[in-house]
């Protein structure tokens, strides 16, 4: 009777795992809105309600560990600082390539952490500038639906440029964002 319960059991299992092991993998494309807080020096800025689209490759890489190429771009722009008497300086666009490493801790749920390059540019009327720098972050995707994926992350990224002096300027950021993916399987 033992044997065969166990039996059962481990025959039970085997979909489950099987079903798991296509969670997360593959392509998706999706669109997130994401909250920045950015820092340079003693100056500091809020970018609210960015919208991204992003696209992802995921690919088992054995037992319940998941990688993934990622790519997103901000689709509109929005006041990065915002000075009493002064101009404005906007975020125009932002473009991120990364990967993440994952781990499945259930069929549906999947926490990871991500490194990325990010290249932005910042504007006001009389001045522009692109930065480029690095991101890293954890986050987590929850299977909601078949096919259908939501997320959440946070970001810490440090993007650069060179003044006209020739000196180098650092933008420290802080990112939180959350969104919805269409798995293709």
């Given at each position: ?60 890489m054995?037992?319940n ?9 901000k ?17 125009k ?93």
């Amino acid at each position: 009777m033992k044997k065969q319960l166990a039996i059962l059991i481990l025959s039970s299992l085997i979909p489950a795992a099987a079903m798991a092991a296509d969670n997360f993998t593959g392509a998706s494309v999706g669109a997130e809105v994401e909250t920045t807080k950015y820092k340079t020096g003693s100056v500091k800025g809020e970018q609210m309600g960015a919208g991204n689209l992003k696209a992802d490759y995921g690919f088992n890489m054995g037992g319940n560990f998941v990688g993934a190429v990622e790519a997103k771009a901000k689709v509109n722009k929005n006041d990065a600082f915002e000075f009493s008497g002064e101009p404005t300086i906007e975020q125009k666009d932002k473009y991120s390539v990364g990967y993440t490493q994952g781990y499945r801790v259930t069929k549906d749920l999947m926490p990871y952490a991500k490194a990325e390059y990010i290249n932005s540019k910042f504007q006001d009327p009389d001045w522009s500038d692109r930065m480029n720098g690095y991101g890293v972050g954890v986050g987590a995707k929850y299977n909601v639906a078949q096919n259908v994926e939501f997320g959440a992350e946070y970001v810490h990224s440090r993007l650069k440029a060179k003044d006209s002096d020739g000196s180098k300027e650092t933008l420290k950021g802080n990112t939180v964002s959350a969104g919805i993916s269409y798995r293709f399987k």
